[in-house]
T-cell receptor
Framework: AQSVTQLDSQVPVFEEAPVELRCNYSSSVSVYLFWYVQYPNQGLQLLLKYLSGSTLVKGINGFEAEFNKSQTSFHLRKPSVHISDTAEYFCAVSETSGGSYIPTFGRGTSLIVHP | DTAVSQTPKYLVTQMGNDKSIKCEQNLGHDTMYWYKQDSKKFLKIMFSYNNKELIINETVPNRFSPKSPDKAHLNLHINSLELGDSAVYFC????????????FGSGTRLTVV
């Protein structure tokens, strides 16, 4: 079975500052990893995903994440945030074998960008 | 031209009623899902369905049932609604062939009074 831990429930940051949202996972097999963003009163939107290959993954809106197998982490980063980045961010993991690929989501990190 | 559309967006109903939430996707995806998001934003998978297999999260009460008239639709029926069913319900779809990320609908906020 897989699990996801998002270490911070809330991350406040000032506009134009860098940010890192942390995600650790647990699985006995190889995994696919995802970050989703949820803006208020909206559904989840895929930011980026790691399936294989380069461990540094670039996504939309200037976000990137790095897969670290030894530390079982997939932290999300952005060098300079905007007010519009204020949202809930979800890390998700799904196992590469088993067929269903149903991801498990973390509990979310609320990113709050202050002017 | 919305990719995954859910209706209604808001649903307020009394305890004991039966209600349905509709979901349609125009992406040609082969698998659809229902998720429940509680007041603390936790997302829980309820059902996964393609034309071959329905996977049910065993913790979901049997008052909840998915109905799929065709590959583009997966509706959620809820019988005998309870207060604890109040949540936001998200439909999602995915292609198991080409990529592994979901496309989500914008959600249905269900309030049971």
């Amino acid at each position: 079975a897989q699990s996801v831990t998002q270490l911070d429930s809330q991350v406040p940051v000032f506009e134009e500052a860098p940010v890192e949202l942390r995600c650790n996972y647990s699985s006995s097999v190889s995994v696919y990893l995802f970050w989703y963003v949820q803006y208020p009163n909206q559904g989840l939107q895929l930011l980026l995903k790691y399936l294989s290959g380069s461990t540094l993954v670039k996504g939309i809106n200037g976000f990137e994440a790095e897969f670290n197998k030894s530390q079982t982490s997939f932290h999300l980063r952005k060098p300079s945030v905007h007010i519009s980045d204020t949202a809930e961010y979800f890390c998700a993991v799904s196992e590469t074998s088993g067929g269903s690929y149903i991801p498990t989501f973390g509990r979310g990190t609320s990113l709050i960008v202050h002017p | 031209d919305t990719a995954v559309s859910q209706t209604p967006k808001y649903l307020v109903t009394q305890m004991g009623n039966d209600k349905s939430i509709k979901c349609e996707q125009n992406l040609g995806h082969d698998t659809m899902y229902w998720y429940k998001q509680d007041s603390k934003k936790f997302l829980k998978i309820m059902f996964s369905y393609n034309n071959k297999e329905l996977i049910i999260n065993e913790t979901v009460p049997n008052r909840f049932s998915p109905k799929s008239p065709d590959k583009a639709h997966l509706n959620l029926h809820i019988n005998s609604l309870e207060l604890g069913d109040s949540a936001v319900y998200f439909c999602a779809s995915r292609s198991t062939v080409s990529e592994y990320g979901y496309t989500f609908g914008s959600g249905t906020r269900l309030t049971v009074v």
